[in-house]
């Protein structure tokens, strides 16, 4: 069975960096869709951004295009984000999804079949 684990969550000042880290445990193929949402209590789910293994494409979502990076780890099967010169408006539980190809690398989280559990993070001024 499929898994993804986040890790890297926690607390940082305003300003301060932060690197989430999914792996990918038994995939059913190389080729595949990973992504970045976020989420705050009472909002919908936000696509953060994404890569796509077999055509080595990374999107991102205009609002986070700058301060936040993507990057793989092919041989260790993990996405990481980097995240920058974190804001008062980005604290939210992080979750990595994943779906397999034929995917799109869209911003629609009914394209990911599978989750991670989250990672929180949180910034304090």
């Known amino acids: 069975q499929v898994h993804l684990v986040e890790s890297g969550g926690g607390s940082v000042q305003a300003g301060g960096s932060l690197r989430l880290s999914c792996t990918i445990s038994?995939?059913?193929?190389?080729?595949?869709?990973m992504a970045w949402f976020r989420q705050t209590p009472g909002k919908e789910r936000e696509w953060v951004g994404g890569?796509?293994?077999?055509?080595?494409?990374?999107n991102y979502a205009d609002s986070m295009k700058g301060r936040f990076t993507i990057s793989r780890d092919y041989a260790k099967n993990t996405m990481y984000l980097q995240m920058g010169d974190l804001k008062p408006e980005d604290p939210a539980m992080y979750y990595c999804?994943?779906?397999?190809?034929?995917?799109?690398?869209?911003?629609?989280?009914?394209?990911?079949?599978?989750w991670g559990q989250g990672a929180q993070v949180t910034v304090s001024s």
């Open positions: 999804a994943a779906s397999f190809f034929p995917c799109r690398l869209r911003n629609l989280r009914t394209d990911y079949n599978h």
């Open positions: 038994r995939p059913t193929d190389s080729r595949y869709c």
């Open positions: 890569i796509y293994t077999f055509l080595k494409d990374i």
